[in-house]
């Protein structure tokens, strides 16, 4: 027979997956793209969801406003990439030095009386890893393309098929429907 402690751990351990299940499941949606043109037609940068990317035109959700550009206006584009940036890295960094350093400070003064410096060697040592992480987190959240061609952006659309034929899209990103 199994231990009731164990069963609650297990019970408690799996809780949270039952949770994150249950979301929206159709929530489907392109990458936030950035996009620079030549042509003084467009709004210049034009910035929102990547919608659909065709042979010869780029499909944007901006400002509640479906927009088609044409690939050979696109000078440059800047894909977020959905990785943590800087500030998540600054957040678990302090959360963790907070913790780590709260459990060695109480550890060590249940056996020592001068532990004045551990939690102060903790926070320094979570903060010096997080200002190494930072720069590289930040810098890997954008990727950005010159002169992009059509399949350099096809996988971060919402359709990368392309424009679906009764062009009905809704947009939960910017509330459209």
Avoid at 19 to 42: E, M, P
Avoid at 43 to 54: I, R, Y
Avoid at 107 to 125: E, I, N, Q, Y
Avoid at 147 to 156: A, H, I, K, Q, V
Wanted: proline letters at 7%.
């Amino acid at each position: 027979m199994r231990s009731p402690r164990l069963v609650v751990a297990i019970a408690v351990l799996c809780a949270p997956a039952c949770v994150i299940a249950r979301g929206d499941r159709n929530l489907v949606h392109g990458t936030y793209v950035r996009v620079d043109t030549d042509q003084g037609d467009w709004p210049h940068p034009l910035a929102g969801e990547l919608v659909a990317v065709d042979s010869d035109s780029l499909w944007v959700f901006q400002d509640r406003e479906l927009l088609s550009v044409p690939m050979d206006a696109v000078s440059r584009a800047s894909i977020r990439r959905s990785v943590p940036g800087g500030r998540t890295a600054l957040i678990w960094s302090l959360l963790g030095g907070l913790i780590t350093g709260g459990a060695l400070t109480a550890a060590c003064a249940s056996v020592a009386s001068d532990c004045g410096s551990v939690f102060t060697g903790t926070m320094l040592a979570w903060g010096i890893s997080a200002a190494v992480a930072i720069p590289s987190m930040e810098g890997s959240r954008y990727k950005r393309i010159r002169e992009p061609l059509p399949n350099d952006l096809r996988s971060y659309a919402r359709f990368p098929q392309g424009l679906p034929p009764d062009r009905r899209i809704s947009c939960g990103l910017c509330g459209v429907a």
